[in-house]
């Protein structure tokens, strides 16, 4: 096996950003930590920032006016690995760089780079993103909090309205937070035109809040106990004009407002489009985690031993029970199907955020991507590092075994950062966006020559489509019978015919709701709700195979090529089988043809067995960053005050 | 609705056992603990122990003879809702009273209860229960500690023979147990009789470890860190030889060993029958955990709103949303039908335990029903108390709102007192031996006809079973279309289909493998491990439905019955539903059929969201139980020490 072929399919384009980072970060960051005071682990998680940022890999995302590097990919790879250390550091340098840097720089302009961006980077100014509130998280539009204009002392008024006002959850808020990016309805001549940003100071030098800002601590969480997340109240808090973080939207002197972007809904999206970095970060470290997991769990599966061995007087390595590969391969297939697809996002997106021209649609396909990828990343990294836990027994319960930490710390990904439930359906709207816009009123024939379409401009022409868009456009559904499960040409048009297949029925059905009736509107949404999720589902995962196959196709070595094909076709056919239920509902799956595909998940776990830790290896977790007693890493970390 | 009615048939046979237990549990003990010192929390932790030893409650379960109540139903009942209150109690309770003191009661004899029974009763006397050592969990038969007899001193010689031979992750141990029951192989006359249990001592009056006893502490865990786990190493430690446990296994002052029962697999099997219920109350306690996050869950789906509601000025309650119904209302229902088939465990085992006459068959069925029930609910309470978190988003995952306590402290019931991978194989070992014992070579026709007959002798004939037998007995698989997917027959029919189907398929399966080739005997049980797993997971299905059945034929009230009943169609679809797979491979279900199911789900789901706070009333869960603040339980308890 050529472990550097796979290392440099796998490591991908920010390769030399990866070797940083294994450089730089202390293997003792990856130990469980064995503090449970928060103060402690607070201090500890604030320490680790600032050494971060004296590695200058914080820096790398940023303009290089100011000190940055340009690096939006390498900065992207450097947070999702931190996803392999710690996780309480990976939301703190998240906050820190990914969203109150991001905004910044992102919704802000000259001025304001030239203030903050410097200080920001250095974490001399830590900094807060206050967006969520008590009462509205996931519906950003509908913030209270609000910025009034008051022109005769040029000034923002910042006011919590109510309590359901207060900004909440906020990282960097109940201790470090000297300044926060504050999100809030902008008021001015009496008119509001929406969530607009302003840069807000929350502290003094002395750490005091300042006058008319209340902080709270958000207190004990079920994990990531070392970022300090609190509330804040704002009570007529006035800062000057150019606190407005003005590039998508301006206020004069005598409080006139203009924006380069006419429709109040676009600006808002694009605004938050804009902010879409840490949403890939997200989904990146949750899908470090879930390889960190992994990599222990399979550590335990090989050595472990229980129960005699027919015939030897031995006792047989639990990796080798059929049920216990069935828990673990199929999840490591994943891992790497999810992190070919994570490498071609943060590719993608580096490629359109520094080449200069915008591109509206790329840009919203990359926002959809990257919703989609998150949503289904971080529930593939809470599941997976369950089963990890459960796999590993009572020693997996252990703190020292790091699997607790990792499930505790990751828990709340699939719901901060967009609530994955609802990134899905933004993922289906804008699946259906697509779909009206090029499809309008086409039968379903027409639907799936339009995905044909797509999926060939988008993505199979970097590959040898053979036949695969002739074949999707006489969708005919083929039987199973007829097709190698292990035929990538069939397994490719499996999901784009399940994709397919699903947007023109959620089209169909979306079709006939009447909107003049409201209620008669939300109850006709409303019951296509799981229908929107399956088709943002079978979406994602007809991209995350597409760059599965591209990564294959990037392998030198015949050995790499086979072993990951290998996985390929266990990460495929493990999803064919979870959703066999849909496929035999629509005709694309025989029964026998699903019994067929269970039993080829088996053969390929058996196959796949002997492989494990080599595939482990080819992931590139560094052992000494494990950090579990039970895969060698004695000694979990102290923190020290 | 008649609310009384309702909570008359979940409170069931123990009704007045619950009585004591809302009364005398403090609802500061619901609420989740701010401390995160373990220390402190272990501090707490005993002291909660001692004033629930002052309730008399753990005593319920003990011979009257010496002070208890011989109420074996009553104490389980008991130790089951310590699982809506807190689970490091419920935890500390069960190794005291559920292990350390069952296993005195069960494998001891007259003098040994006598002379613990009392003091453990009042928690006077600290134990543990020090069966699972570092390499040997599920294996216990594989145990590697000693116990010698010296017939010289008349004297038993217990040894750690080496490091996976420590006694590991033994609640009780690393503070405060004084005397352990230790599982050690009995060896006399320089031979093995296999597995037996002993009092050993570990610590003096002042806390220090007895000589020849290392003790160490297992440290920070993923929860329950208000249990204080430890490893136990004994070097040649000496106790007298009325410290074995003997009622299974005697060993005479000259070391001539003798047993009741000959047969030493079936010895082991009948000592450790004897501690089943520490497996019920984890079941049941799992399952009373996944309640209270309902509740906590509801409540927050019908107070929270988030997004415009078209057509209105108000805001969407998430609770009307089809995804979040689907998320909550199926577990709902699964919680109410485990919840009777936990009422039907407890009340059978409690007239077995206390009916005088033993009778293996019964007790084999028990034991195998109490496995699979614990199985089957500690996965629902992972799950559910997981979604429930999602489902409450960034409050779900603060400290206040306890599911994060829930989740972090009912994690590790899916993998002890029997990992749930090895206990669903050991159901469905019993249904293979129990299916050979009747059966023999029968063909598939008479398979069906066997289990028709079990199904109608233990469990239909107290219901109205019409027709259901003869319709089994015939064998073909009724198409879905024409049934009513309401119709209860009809759903009973289905799950006593599937099971009797896959226990068929495995017994076929398993006919053909040679015993003769160890290697090749391995490779073929491990082939059939899934289906082993499925096997169970559809007997378990079978018996929990039947005690659905048997709750709602118990109602008084129409609507009672009403309500219950649609509970039970959603439990029943749901779990056809997320079956599906099955049951269209197996030519059960059609792809229309199929689908219909999944609207029919949909359909329950909106049916009963109104009745969603009454579902929640029913459970019987004290509103100042549910302990979070989003749940209008304000004030996290502190401990007191």
Same mark, same amino acid.
């Given at each position: 096996?050529?472990?550097?072929?796979?290392?440099?399919?796998?490591?991908?384009?920010?390769?030399? #950003?990866?070797?940083?980072?294994?450089?730089?970060?202390?293997?003792?960051?990856?130990?469980?930590?064995?503090?449970?005071?928060?103060?402690?682990?607070?201090?500890?998680?604030?320490?680790?920032?600032?050494? $971060?940022?004296?590695?200058?890999?914080?820096?790398?995302?940023?303009?290089?006016?100011?000190?940055?590097?340009?690096?939006?990919?390498?900065?992207?790879?450097?947070?999702?690995?931190?996803?392999?250390?710690?996780?309480?550091?990976?939301?703190?340098?998240?906050?820190?760089?990914?969203?109150?840097?991001?905004?910044?720089?992102?919704?802000?302009?000259?001025?304001?780079?030239?203030?903050?961006?410097?200080?920001?980077?250095?974490?001399?100014?830590?900094?807060?993103?206050?967006?969520?509130?008590?009462?509205?998280?996931?519906? /950003?539009?509908?913030?209270?909090?609000?910025?009034?204009?008051?022109?005769?002392?040029?000034?923002?008024?910042?006011?919590?309205?109510?309590?359901?006002?207060?900004?909440?959850?906020?990282?960097?808020?109940?201790?470090?937070?000297?300044?926060?990016?504050? !999100?809030?309805? $902008?008021?001015?001549?009496?008119?509001?035109?929406?969530?607009?940003? +302003?840069?807000?100071?929350?502290?003094?030098?002395?750490?005091?809040?300042?006058?008319?800002?209340?902080?709270?601590?958000?207190?004990?969480?079920?994990?990531?106990?070392?970022?300090?997340?609190?509330?804040?109240? !704002?009570?007529?808090?006035? #800062?000057?004009?150019?606190?407005?973080?003005?590039?998508?939207?301006? /206020?004069?002197?005598?409080?006139?407002?203009?924006?380069?972007?006419?429709?109040?809904?676009?600006? !808002?999206?694009?605004?938050?489009?804009?902010?879409?970095?840490?949403?890939?970060?997200?989904?990146?470290?949750?899908?470090?985690?879930?390889? *960190?997991?992994?990599?222990?769990? *399979?550590?335990?599966?090989?050595?472990?031993?229980?129960?005699?061995?027919?015939?030897?007087?031995?006792?047989?390595?639990?990796?080798?029970?059929?049920?216990?590969?069935?828990?673990?391969?199929?999840?490591?297939?994943?891992?790497?199907?999810?992190?070919?697809?994570?490498?071609?996002?943060?590719?993608?997106?580096?490629?359109?955020?520094?080449?200069?021209?915008?591109?509206?649609?790329?840009?919203?396909?990359?926002?959809?991507?990257?919703?989609?990828?998150?949503?289904?990343?971080?529930?593939?990294?809470?599941?997976?590092?369950?089963?990890?836990?459960?796999?590993?027994?009572?020693?997996?319960?252990?703190?020292?075994?790091?699997?607790?930490?990792?499930?505790?710390?990751?828990?709340? !990904?699939?719901?901060?950062?967009?609530?994955?439930? /609802?990134?899905?359906?933004?993922?289906?709207?804008?699946?259906?966006?697509?779909?009206?816009?090029?499809?309008?009123?086409?039968?379903?024939?027409?639907?799936?020559?339009? +995905?044909?379409?797509?999926?060939?401009?988008?993505?199979?022409?970097?590959?040898?489509?053979?036949?695969? #868009?002739?074949?999707?456009?006489?969708?005919?559904?083929?039987?199973?019978?007829?097709?190698?499960?292990?035929?990538?040409?069939?397994?490719?048009?499996?999901?784009?015919?399940?994709?397919?297949?699903?947007?023109?029925?959620?089209?169909?059905?979306?079709?006939?709701?009447?909107?003049?009736?409201?209620?008669?509107?939300?109850?006709? #949404?409303?019951?296509?709700?799981?229908?929107?999720?399956?088709?943002?589902?079978?979406?994602?995962?007809?991209?995350?195979?597409?760059?599965?196959?591209?990564?294959?196709?990037?392998?030198?070595?015949?050995?790499?090529?086979?072993?990951?094909? %290998?996985?390929?076709?266990?990460? *495929?056919?493990?999803?064919?089988?979870?959703?066999?239920?849909?496929?035999?509902?629509?005709?694309?799956?025989?029964?026998?043809?699903?019994?067929?595909?269970?039993?080829?998940?088996?053969?390929?776990?058996?196959?796949?067995?002997?492989?494990? %830790?080599?595939?482990?290896?080819?992931?590139?977790?560094?052992?000494?960053?494990?950090?579990?007693?039970?895969?060698?890493?004695?000694?979990?970390?102290?923190?020290?005050?």
């Amino acid at each position: 096996m050529d472990l550097d072929d796979l290392r440099r399919v796998v490591d991908g384009r920010w390769a030399h #950003v990866r070797g940083i980072v294994r450089r730089e970060v202390p293997a003792e960051w990856c130990r469980p930590a064995v503090d449970t005071d928060p103060a402690l682990l607070r201090a500890e998680t604030l320490k680790r920032a600032r050494a $971060l940022a004296a590695t200058g890999l914080p820096r790398r995302g940023f303009a290089k006016a100011y000190g940055g590097e340009d690096d939006i990919g390498g900065s992207l790879t450097a947070f999702e690995m931190l996803g392999l250390v710690d996780l309480n550091l990976m939301v703190k340098a998240g906050v820190q760089w990914g969203l109150f840097g991001a905004a910044l720089q992102a919704l802000g302009t000259s001025s304001h780079h030239e203030r903050y961006l410097p200080s920001m980077m250095t974490l001399d100014l830590p900094g807060c993103f206050a967006m969520t509130e008590t009462g509205h998280g996931s519906d /950003v539009q509908s913030l209270r909090t609000t910025a009034t204009y008051d022109p005769a002392r040029e000034e923002f008024v910042v006011s919590t309205t109510d309590d359901e006002a207060r900004k909440d959850y906020i990282g960097n808020a109940a201790v470090d937070g000297r300044v926060a990016v504050v !999100f809030a309805q $902008l008021v001015t001549g009496g008119e509001s035109q929406g969530v607009h940003a +302003l840069v807000v100071p929350i502290r003094d030098e002395a750490g005091r809040p300042c006058p008319g800002v209340r902080i709270e601590d958000c207190g004990l969480k079920g994990g990531l106990n070392g970022v300090d997340n609190g509330r804040l109240w !704002f009570d007529g808090v006035r #800062v000057p004009r150019e606190a407005l973080l003005d590039r998508y939207g301006q /206020v004069a002197a005598d409080g006139t407002y203009s924006s380069p972007i006419e429709n109040r809904s676009r600006r !808002f999206f694009t605004m938050l489009g804009a902010l879409v970095r840490g949403r890939v970060s997200v989904g990146g470290a949750a899908a470090g985690a879930a390889q *960190v997991a992994l990599a222990i769990a *399979v550590e335990h599966g090989e050595s472990r031993r229980q129960f005699a061995r027919p015939g030897t007087d031995g006792e047989v390595t639990v990796l080798d029970y059929l049920t216990h590969q069935r828990r673990l391969l199929p999840a490591l297939a994943t891992s790497y199907a999810l992190h070919f697809a994570q490498g071609e996002l943060v590719s993608d997106l580096h490629d359109v955020q520094t080449g200069g021209t915008t591109d509206d649609e790329r840009q919203r396909e990359l926002e959809s991507r990257a919703a989609g990828l998150k949503a289904i990343s971080t529930w593939h990294a809470t599941a997976t590092i369950q089963t990890c836990r459960e796999a590993c027994g009572g020693a997996g319960y252990l703190a020292v075994n790091r699997l607790v930490g990792l499930k505790a710390d990751s828990d709340v !990904f699939t719901t901060f950062e967009g609530d994955n439930t /609802v990134l899905m359906q933004l993922v289906a709207r804008s699946m259906l966006t697509s779909y009206r816009d090029h499809v309008g009123d086409l039968d379903t024939l027409g639907t799936v020559r339009f +995905l044909a379409e797509q999926v060939k401009e988008t993505l199979l022409e970097r590959t040898s489509a053979r036949g695969l #868009v002739d074949r999707l456009a006489t969708a005919a559904p083929g039987r199973d019978e007829d097709a190698n499960l292990l035929d990538r040409e069939w397994q490719r048009e499996l999901f784009a015919w399940r994709e397919s297949h699903v947007v023109a029925g959620l089209a169909r059905r979306l079709r006939r709701v009447s909107t003049s009736d409201g209620a008669a509107a939300f109850e006709a #949404v409303n019951r296509v709700q799981a229908h929107s999720l399956r088709a943002a589902h079978a979406h994602v995962h007809r991209l995350v195979l597409e760059a599965f196959v591209a990564a294959i196709d990037n392998c030198t070595s015949d050995a790499t090529r086979a072993l990951l094909s %290998r996985a390929c076709d266990l990460y *495929v056919l493990s999803e064919v089988e979870a959703d066999r239920g849909w496929f035999l509902e629509h005709g694309r799956l025989t029964p026998a043809g699903s019994k067929a595909v269970g039993r080829a998940v088996d053969d390929l776990c058996r196959e796949l067995r002997p492989h494990a %830790r080599t595939l482990v290896a080819g992931l590139g977790v560094p052992p000494a960053w494990l950090g579990a007693e039970l895969a060698g890493s004695a000694q979990p970390s102290r923190s020290s005050t």
